[in-house]
Each structure stands twice: as C-alpha cells, then as structure tokens.
C-alpha cells in the first residue's frame, strides 16, 4: 500500500512506481529507519501525543520486526521505500495503532534522519577500519627502521630515505583522513527529525528527547535546511574520495616498486595473479583494481555534488540519488581498506636491492653541496661545483662514493677526506635528524608520534 493514495482517482502506472521506488537500494536503511521510529513512538508516548500503551505495542512490534528481518524471516519487498515498507508492516501486525506512528513526521525528516544516522555509524566502521591500515604500516615502519631506498622526485632518484620514512608518509595520509572523517561526523551529528514536511510540526513533540534516544548530539535549528541538506553525504564521499586518492597513490607505488625494472618488494603469489597466455607473469592485479575503483567514489562525489546544486527549497525528489551514491562509495572504500591491508600483511623488501638502488643516479650529490656550503661556499656555487662533480662522474663512468679524493679535492680545496663518508647513501639518509627527516632518531619520533596521534584519535 501507498503511503499517499487517498487523493488520487487512478491508479499509478507500473512503469511509473518502478522508476519512483527506492527499495531496491534503500532496504539498506532498515536497521537505522526502524531505529529512528522506535524513538520516535517512544518519544510520542511520553509526551502523550498518542496514547502511552499504544507507543509501546508500536516499539515492541518494530523491535520484533527488527529481529525478524536479521533473522532473514521478514523479507523486504513490496513497497515504494523502506519507510513504507516498515509501517506497512507494522500496520499489517497492529492494525490501526500502526497507523499513528508517522504522526508528527515526514518521510522528509525521517529519511534525512536514518541517512545522518547510518552515515554515522559508517565513519565509524571505516574509521576502524584505517586504524588497522595504519597500524599494520607502523609495524612495517617498525620493522624497517635501518633500511635504506632511494626517494624520488619527477620519478628521478633524487636523496636516499629510509624505508620506514617512507611507508610513515603513508601513515601520515591515512591519519589525516581519519581526522577528515572524524571531523565531518560532528557535522552529521545533528538530528532533522522534528523538522517535519518543511515547516516543522505543530504537536508538542519532544526533539531533545527523540535525539538523546538516537545519541544525536545536536538537533537542527532551520526545518527547511534540515530536510533538504545532504551536505553531510557530500562530505562524507569527499573523505572517502580522498581516502582512496591516497590508497591508489600507494598502490601505484608498489606496481612500480614490485615490478622487475625496480623489484624493491615482493607481493606474495596469494595476492597476485597470473596471466592467460604468459606464463611468466605475476601481475599486482589487486593494487591495480584498487587504483582503478578510484575512479567510481570520485564519480559518486561527482554526482552528488551536481544533484545538490539544483535542488530549490526545500525536499525535491531528486535527493533520492544521495543512497546509491553514499552506498557505492561505502562500499569500494571498505572492500579496498580491507584487501589493501591484508596485502600489505604479505608483502616482503628487498632490502639490497632498495639499498643498491639508493647508490645509484648520484642521490647524494645534495650532501656534497651541503658539505662545501658547511665548509664556507655560498650554495649556488656549491650547487655548480657539485654538478661538476656529477658531470666528471658520468663522463668517468664513476659514482660519488668511489671518487678518489684527490679527485674531489680538484673541483675545491674545501674538501678533505670526510667527504669520502658523507657521500655514503646511509650516512646521507643519518645526517638528515631534522623533525621529520630520514635519520633513524626522526624516524623512531615519527613513528611514536603517529602512534600518539592514533591513539588519541579513538580516546576521543
Ligand atoms: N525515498 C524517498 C527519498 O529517499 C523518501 C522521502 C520521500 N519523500 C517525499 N516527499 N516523496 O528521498
């Protein structure tokens, strides 16, 4: 049965209630729809809007139905949406009590309350979800302390870092959109309902009742705003969008850094793939997957930005698209954490191959400069000097660390024999103590204080 019926003299056309309903996808609010009405019965109750009696046979009956759709025993079909569907179903239990539960409510106020609610307990199951991520790369980090690789810029070897600086950077990232996340949950944490149709309600209802039942922290202050906002939705795809901005990056890396040309890491065959017609191949076909399903909660912000942006005061239809939006980014964005950190727990480092690497393509030629501007150069000059050097180096066929020092000592009198050490990639990667820098002390800091950061992030 329709929840609007009563004014028409025709039937709607079948065509007509499958391009309108919204069950299909929006089944997925039940638990937080059903919650949100239990409160608000309960709240009518005590405020005896409708009889108190008859709030509680409404909250029984909706707990009950509850557990019979987790058990799988009340399938939902049938009707336009899943706010229809419930009451429906209640009436069908109760008969005509039923019919008083969606006094003082609109399925305006309704759905932008099962939306805010469900987007809440979302952040904080992705939430958890990085917390794992992040912890499973401070144990990497931990792990990979003394390791050196070489860091690049323009994908040019460009200083030597250390292994754990380098996955920390991740950390980094990872906890920034925890705080993103966590930052826009205080802006989903206000409660619509109240709000009625558009205008409010005129029974004496209780809202700082309804929402301390549902742990709304806030209840919203402008009817209007209230049931025609998604900007929470909105929000929400962005932090996801940028979480996955900050996965793909990651799993670009490790294509790269896994392939032979580099083979700084080894992704174990469990996570690999193989191909058809090669058999030699071993492809990362899972980093790739994650890099590209980017591309579809970027696409889903994309498209709930451009259906807020039309929407006239107040509820429009059009706000329906925000489900299959927030659903689709929620759901890329959990099955990529959860595959990326279960790949990451078996992935392995060729430790000299990194090492080796980070030799190579004059990645100290900075410490040399450094050193002569130490010494009294002024750094442009020491930046040209330097570049002699390199140059002299690759007409020579020799790198930084196997010049002899009389070599050195031809480009300037300023250089005596501890440059023969400073050109060593691991002691370039040791001068670098500065916060946030790659010498071991730093990076043991970076590792206590992105672990400091978390730890507080989930006290809160
Ligand atoms: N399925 C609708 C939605 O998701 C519920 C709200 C319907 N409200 C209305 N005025 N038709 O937006």
Same mark, same amino acid.
């Given at each position: 049965?329709?929840?609007?019926?009563?004014? #028409?003299?025709?039937?709607?056309?079948?065509?007509?209630?499958?391009?309108?309903?919204?069950?299909?996808?929006?089944?997925?609010?039940?638990?937080?729809?059903?919650?949100?009405?239990?409160?608000?019965?309960?709240?009518?109750?005590?405020?005896?809007?409708?009889?108190?009696?008859?709030?509680?046979?409404?909250?029984?009956?909706?707990?009950?139905?509850?557990?019979?759709?987790?058990?799988?025993?009340?399938?939902?079909?049938?009707?336009?949406?899943?706010?229809?569907?419930?009451?429906?179903?209640?009436?069908?239990?109760?008969?005509? *009590?039923?019919?008083?539960?969606?006094?003082?409510?609109?399925?305006?106020?309704? +759905?932008?309350?099962?939306?805010?609610?469900?987007?809440?307990?979302?952040?904080?199951?992705?939430?958890?979800?990085?917390?794992?991520?992040?912890?499973?790369?401070?144990?990497?980090?931990?792990?990979?302390?003394?390791?050196?690789?070489?860091?690049?810029?323009?994908?040019?070897?460009?200083?030597? *870092?250390?292994?754990?600086?380098?996955?920390?950077?991740?950390?980094?990232?990872?906890?920034?959109?925890?705080?993103?996340?966590?930052?826009?949950?205080?802006?989903?944490?206000?409660?619509?309902?109240?709000?009625?149709?558009?205008?409010?309600?005129?029974?004496?209802?209780?809202?700082?009742?309804?929402?301390?039942?549902?742990?709304?922290?806030?209840?919203?202050?402008?009817?209007?705003?209230?049931?025609?906002?998604?900007?929470?939705?909105?929000?929400?795809?962005?932090?996801?969008?940028?979480?996955?901005?900050?996965?793909?990056?990651?799993?670009?890396?490790?294509?790269?850094?896994?392939?032979?040309?580099?083979? #700084?890491?080894?992704?174990?065959?469990?996570?690999?793939?193989?191909?058809?017609?090669?058999?030699?191949?071993?492809?990362?076909?899972?980093?790739?997957?994650?890099?590209?399903?980017?591309?579809?909660?970027?696409?889903?912000?994309?498209?709930?930005?451009?259906?807020?942006?039309?929407?006239?005061?107040?509820?429009?239809?059009?706000?329906?698209?925000?489900?299959?939006?927030? #659903?689709?980014?929620?759901?890329? +964005?959990?099955?990529?954490?959860?595959?990326?950190?279960?790949?990451?727990?078996?992935?392995? #480092?060729?430790?000299?191959?990194?090492?080796?690497?980070?030799?190579?393509?004059?990645?100290?030629?900075?410490?040399?400069?450094?050193?002569?501007?130490?010494?009294?150069?002024?750094?442009?000059?020491?930046?040209?000097?330097?570049?002699?050097?390199?140059?002299?180096? *690759?007409?020579?066929?020799?790198?930084?660390?196997?010049?002899?020092?009389?070599?050195?000592?031809?480009?300037?009198?300023?250089?005596?024999?501890?440059?023969?050490?400073?050109?060593?990639?691991?002691?370039?990667?040791?001068?670098?103590?500065?916060?946030?820098?790659?010498?071991?002390?730093?990076?043991?800091?970076?590792?206590?204080?992105?672990?400091?950061?978390?730890?507080?992030?989930?006290?809160?």
């Amino acid at each position: 049965m329709k929840l609007w019926e009563g004014r #028409f003299t025709q039937p709607s056309a079948k065509s007509a209630d499958d391009f309108n309903q919204s069950l299909s996808f929006d089944y997925k609010l039940y638990w937080h729809d059903i919650l949100a009405s239990i409160a608000h019965a309960k709240m009518l109750g005590e405020t005896q809007i409708i009889p108190k009696e008859e709030a509680d046979k409404i909250s029984d009956t909706l707990v009950n139905m509850l557990a019979d759709i987790e058990k799988g025993n009340l399938p939902i079909e049938g009707s336009e949406d899943i706010h229809t569907f419930v009451e429906n179903e209640l009436t069908k239990r109760i008969g005509v *009590i039923g019919k008083k539960l969606h006094t003082a409510r609109s399925r305006n106020d309704q +759905v932008a309350t099962d939306m805010r609610l469900y987007v809440k307990d979302s952040i904080v199951n992705i939430c958890g979800h990085i917390k794992a991520l992040i912890n499973t790369l401070l144990d990497i980090a931990n792990n990979n302390v003394q390791y050196i690789m070489p860091g690049y810029t323009h994908m040019r070897r460009a200083q030597p *870092i250390s292994v754990a600086q380098y996955v920390n950077a991740y950390s980094e990232m990872f906890l920034r959109d925890l705080e993103r996340f966590t930052d826009s949950y205080k802006r989903t944490d206000v409660m619509p309902l109240g709000s009625g149709a558009l205008a409010g309600t005129d029974f004496p209802i209780d809202r700082r009742m309804t929402a301390s039942l549902l742990s709304f922290s806030e209840i919203s202050q402008n009817s209007l705003d209230a049931v025609s906002d998604r900007d929470f939705v909105a929000e929400y795809i962005f932090c996801c969008s940028t979480l996955m901005a900050h996965l793909s990056r990651f799993c670009e890396d490790l294509i790269l850094y896994s392939s032979d040309e580099f083979g #700084f890491i080894e992704i174990s065959d469990s996570y690999s793939t193989g191909s058809s017609i090669m058999p030699q191949k071993k492809n990362p076909d899972i980093p790739e997957l994650i890099r590209g399903k980017t591309g579809r909660v970027y696409g889903n912000l994309m498209g709930i930005l451009t259906v807020i942006k039309g929407i006239p005061m107040t509820y429009n239809k059009d706000l329906q698209e925000d489900k299959e939006a927030l #659903f689709g980014a929620e759901e890329t +964005v959990l099955n990529c954490l959860g595959i990326f950190t279960e790949l990451l727990q078996n992935i392995s #480092f060729d430790t000299r191959k990194m090492r080796l690497a980070a030799n190579g393509g004059f990645s100290t030629a900075t410490d040399i400069a450094d050193y002569l501007v130490q010494k009294g150069m002024a750094f442009r000059d020491a930046h040209a000097v330097t570049g002699q050097i390199v140059r002299y180096c *690759i007409e020579n066929n020799k790198t930084l660390d196997r010049l002899d020092l009389f070599v050195y000592q031809s480009f300037s009198s300023l250089f005596d024999e501890e440059i023969l050490q400073r050109v060593r990639p691991h002691k370039s990667v040791e001068a670098r103590k500065v916060i946030g820098g790659s010498a071991r002390s730093a990076v043991r800091e970076n590792i206590r204080s992105i672990t400091r950061r978390l730890n507080r992030m989930f006290k809160e």
